[in-house]
């Protein structure tokens, strides 16, 4: 996720490039996001969800500029070591060339366009894939390069964070729930009996242990997602989101909807935002996702559509929870409303495929995010030439990966929260600040060395720095909101 450049990958087609998309996008976050709709209000949840997804793809072609301008810097230092090697037998420029004016200039200054030669491939082409923090480090300076590890790191806390609290909770959930078809309107506490003198707070803690110790181990080694793999938890996850929209439909259509949503809560709006934010997240797996597509000409349209169509389902989803189910009984996650309500779905069966599904498509993701974050962790730290001693690299490493989301965990599984706080805080860091940088310094860093009339066939829509300027105020206004009513909220408390 934000190592330097790796293979491309077996590349496919757009298609399939908007399939994966769709896939990479739609996760977790959709899962809170019927609560947060129904705390905020329906006319302030659209507004304000159709107005993140626009950000958001803003912000993404911000990061498509950035590969390009990555991909261009790559191809001129490669071009720049070669003329080095060559210059005693066949350089291609004589000593006017790079006489400027009556002063010598560095191969590094001299525009990109001067040693194009006609037929020559584009140098905007992406080809090759840059991680994140590849072009980090290209773009930034070491301190900006600190901040982007940091904020990323962060996140990817959350995330480990979200994923320890899903787990232990629906499996608590469906152990202790009650599946007689009588409690659909039944909310239940921490504190209330599991099995005998268990809690179902304690419950939630055995699970959370056996969570830790089955899917821990793996944080010390390298893990990673099979295609097979993904395939399967992919089809879990569709099956599950269209029964849900479909049974809450049905649920309505027959007049059974328990739902009046309020139309506006500005209470819910911080939360909410937060949770947006972490729903639409995955500028930090573009260069994963965008290089392997084989034609990239309408890769724009590509991206457009696809928000659209989340947009569209995130909507229908959320609509369909907030007028199906009273506003006070949905659940944090929104697959616990199926399982013990009979009302809504009478297979026995297909409630528990509801309430374990997030068990199985988390379980298999926590142990790739974990990794993932160990290897942040190395590279905030790593020295030129220099080496981990074994302790450090096997042992300490791993652990400071894995205990801090536990203990959160442990202290709480309230995931709309946690869900809204990774979302608002680092969240923002990844989807708005770092591509508005990423963007700007990469044009300014590139200006000298491809030549003003050098055009990235791959930039942006949103091209004036007007644009850049206002992700950054909207995602420092944002964090200031958030902030506020966090502030206010447990002053009040």
């Not at 700007?440 to 942006?460: I, Q």
């Amino acid at each position: 996720m934000a190592g330097g450049i790796t293979e491309t990958g077996e590349p496919y087609s757009p298609f399939v490039g908007l399939v994966y998309m769709f896939n990479l996008i739609v996760g977790t976050g959709a899962l809170t996001m019927p609560k947060a709709f129904a705390t905020a209000g329906w006319v302030v949840s659209l507004a304000l969800i159709s107005f993140l997804a626009f950000m958001s793809y803003m912000t993404t072609t911000f990061v498509i500029e950035a590969m390009a301008a990555a991909n261009a810097q790559l191809r001129w230092k490669r071009r720049e070591q070669e003329e080095v090697s060559n210059s005693d037998s066949s350089s291609d420029y004589s000593d006017d060339d790079v006489n400027i004016r009556g002063r010598s200039e560095s191969v590094e200054t001299r525009p990109i366009l001067s040693v194009q030669r006609v037929g020559s491939t584009d140098h905007f082409d992406i080809v090759e894939r840059v991680e994140m923090g590849q072009m980090a480090s290209m773009f930034f300076n070491k301190v900006g390069v600190n901040m982007f590890y940091i904020c990323l790191i962060v996140y990817l806390y959350g995330d480990l964070a979200i994923y320890a609290a899903a787990v232990p909770m629906s499996l608590m959930e469906v152990a202790c729930g009650n599946h007689s078809c009588s409690a659909g309107g039944v909310k239940y506490n921490d504190t209330d009996p599991c099995w005998g003198p268990v809690s179902r707070k304690d419950a939630y803690r055995v699970f959370l242990a056996v969570f830790t110790l089955l899917l821990g181990p793996f944080t010390f080694f390298n893990a990673q997602k099979t295609k097979y793999l993904q395939i399967l938890t992919s089809l879990m996850r569709w099956i599950a989101f269209t029964m849900m929209i479909i049974l809450a439909l049905i649920r309505i259509g027959k007049g059974h909807g328990e739902g009046h949503p309020q139309v506006a809560q500005l209470s819910g709006v911080p939360n909410l935002f937060g949770v947006c934010v972490y729903s639409f997240m995955c500028q930090h797996s573009l260069p994963s996702l965008i290089t392997p597509i084989s034609e990239k000409r309408r890769v724009g349209a590509l991206l457009l559509a696809d928000y659209v169509l989340i947009l569209g389902f995130y909507s229908l989803l959320s609509f369909t929870a907030i007028f199906c189910f009273d506003s006070s009984l949905l659940r944090d996650m929104y697959t616990l409303n199926f399982t013990d309500n009979c009302d809504v779905l009478g297979v026995a069966f297909l409630r528990y495929f509801l309430g374990l599904f997030p068990v199985f498509t988390i379980s298999t993701n926590f142990p790739i995010i974990a990794v993932t974050l160990r290897n942040n962790w190395k590279t905030l730290f790593h020295r030129d030439g220099g080496t981990y001693p074994w302790v450090v690299d096997r042992i300490v490493f791993p652990l400071i990966t894995l205990v801090p989301p536990i203990i959160v965990a442990f202290c709480t599984h309230d995931l709309e929260a946690l869900v809204g706080i990774t979302g608002a805080y680092a969240g923002t860091g990844i989807q708005y600040i770092i591509p508005a940088c990423l963007v700007y310094f990469s044009r300014r860093h590139l200006e000298p060395v491809v030549g003003r009339d050098a055009v990235n066939k791959h930039r942006s829509p949103f091209r004036h720095t007007f644009w850049v300027a206002f992700v950054v105020l909207w995602a420092t206004f944002c964090l200031m909101f958030v902030t506020a009513n966090i502030i206010l909220t447990e002053s009040k408390n």
